[in-house]
Nanobody, 119 residues
Framework: QVQLVESGGGSVQPGGSLKLSCAAS?????MAWFRQAPGKEREGVAA??????YYADSVKGRFTISRDNGKNTVYLRMNSLKPEDTATYYC?????????????????WGQGTQVTVSS
């Protein structure tokens, strides 16, 4: 079992920045961030496997995923935030390979942290 604890959410104005953190109870092969807005399906935002990073088209160039293996922690730096980035952000982890943006390919999930972008 892996426990994931997110932090760093909050409210910010459009164009602002936030950094999310997710601390895992142990190392996992792949870690990712998903988000879910009200009335919408959960969608993949970014994932990291060793040095390989994957991003949704909607966040490329604005978001950066990174990890500190010594701390079993993954980060999501979010710049140039837009109102459409408003959602609950979830950290996810898995110990094997698979398509990074598929919800069903992850078996460990955090409780979620709210990000609100509004003027």
């Amino acid at each position: 079992q892996v426990q994931l604890v997110e932090s760093g959410g909050g409210s910010v104005q459009p164009g602002g920045s936030l950094k999310l953190s997710c601390a895992a109870s142990r190392y996992t092969y792949k870690m990712a961030w998903f988000r879910q807005a009200p009335g919408k399906e959960r969608e993949g935002v970014a994932a990291i496997v060793t040095s390989d990073r994957y991003y949704a088209d909607s966040v490329k160039g604005r978001f950066t995923i990174s990890r500190d293996n010594g701390k079993n922690t993954v980060y999501l730096r979010m710049n140039s935030l837009k109102p459409e980035d408003t959602a609950t952000y979830y950290c996810a982890a898995v110990d094997y390979a698979g398509s990074w943006a598929v919800v069903g390919n992850y078996n460990y999930w955090g409780q979620g942290t709210q990000v609100t972008v509004s003027s």
